[in-house]
């Protein structure tokens, strides 16, 4: 036992000497190395109090939870490296990578806890989902640590009737061939899982502006129904600056038929944020950012009805509302646009 506490002691060490010199900002494609799965015998015969994880018990459709194990160093040992198994993918239960030297964020979380994010996708139809939590440990076979399921009840969606240009809803073969190579380019980045975490609980609101579309709208644009509205729409002025919810690097910085000027940020663990329909950009491709970092102008780029924000939040590649992980999403400061 005390070998094992050495070894995860060891591994700490190399996690953050790693982050000092450097070598942190490598992707590391998280799932292409990994032993076969465990058997369910594994499992330790009392997992709450074997293996103290928090995550809820209920979730709707379309929204993100977090999964979150408190480092006991107690118990600590039997692992090397962590992740989640959930909807068929794996995803590292991670501590947060540390990033140059920004001051902290007051409100952030214990570092010391590993945690990951996961999504529940919009059209799940289950009623229930498996997760477990396994133990990696190189040249060792791999160990179910924690075993539960989730209950996932069907959240309602209103409908929003919008205006267009024609263009927009039905456009011409040169531009769908454009947005076919857009949308697949987009699923790429999104289904990427990076090893390391830069994210930290709670996010930060992109921009001060009211809601004025909420996530998962069943959007009929011009008369013509058209699928969920994947992201949250925040009033911005055309210049008002708009801030990455979260530390991260710089996935996507290009224009987009639909989306305009878009910028995508991986904040590790496979999860990403969205900015839409910028008027100008403020990062480039690569940039690590901190949350909170301006990393673009609002404007009305791409398919709208005028200025705004569309903030587009994805966990394992599936879109979710962020609002569960922004205390004050709803909160609009005095004065705001
Ligand atoms: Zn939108």
């Known amino acids: 036992m005390k070998f094992l506490t050495l070894k995860f002691y060891l591994f700490l060490c ?37 293996f103290p994880v ?15 194990l408190t480092s006991d160093r107690r118990k600590e040992g039997a692992w090397d490296e962590l992740c989640v198994v959930w909807l068929g993918k794996r995803t590292p239960l ?35 989902l498996p997760l477990q939590i396994v133990g990696l440990t190189p040249g060792k076979p791999e160990k179910i640590l924690y075993a539960s399921s989730i209950n996932i009840a069907q959240r309602e969606f209103a409908a929003q009737e919008l205006s267009v240009k024609p263009a927009f809803v039905n456009p011409d073969q040169k531009n769908l061939e454009r947005i076919k190579l857009e949308s697949q380019k987009n699923s790429r980045i ?12 709670p996010l930060t609101r992109p921009v001060p502006g009211i809601i004025t579309g909420e996530f998962g709208l069943r959007r009929v644009f011009n008369g013509q129904p058209r699928s ?15 801030h990455s919810c979260a530390a991260g690097r710089v996935a996507l910085a290009e224009n987009q038929y639909y989306s305009g000027n878009i910028v995508i940020i991986d904040h590790g663990s496979g999860v990403f944020s969205m900015y839409a329909h910028l008027s100008a950009f403020k990062v ?15 404007g009305k780029t791409g398919r709208v009805t005028g200025p705004h924000l569309h903030f587009g939040f994805s966990a394992l590649g599936f879109s979710v509302d962020p609002e569960p992980l922004i205390p004050d999403f709803r909160v609009t400061p005095a004065g705001a646009f």
């Open 190 to 201: 999104l289904s990427g899982i990076n090893k390391e975490r830069y994210w930290q609980i």
């Open 54 to 68: 928090e995550h809820p018990q209920l979730m709707n459709t379309g929204e993100p939870f977090v999964v979150r």
């Open 284 to 298: 480039k491709l690569g940039d690590m950012v901190q949350a909170g970092q301006i990393i673009g102008l609002a």
């Open 228 to 242: 969920w509205h994947r992201g949250v729409d925040f009033r911005a002025a055309e210049g008002a600056a708009i």
């Open 14 to 50: 190399v996690f953050l000497a790693q982050g000092l010199l450097g070598h942190i900002f490598t992707p590391i494609v998280f799932s292409a190395a990994l032993p076969a799965p465990a058997t369910a015998s594994d499992v330790p015969a009392n997992p709450e109090t074997d």
């Open 94 to 128: 991670t501590l947060s990578a540390p990033l140059s030297a920004a001051p902290p964020d007051a409100r952030a979380e214990n570092p010391e806890v590993f945690a990951c994010i996961l999504p529940v996708p919009l059209d799940c139809q289950e009623k229930t």
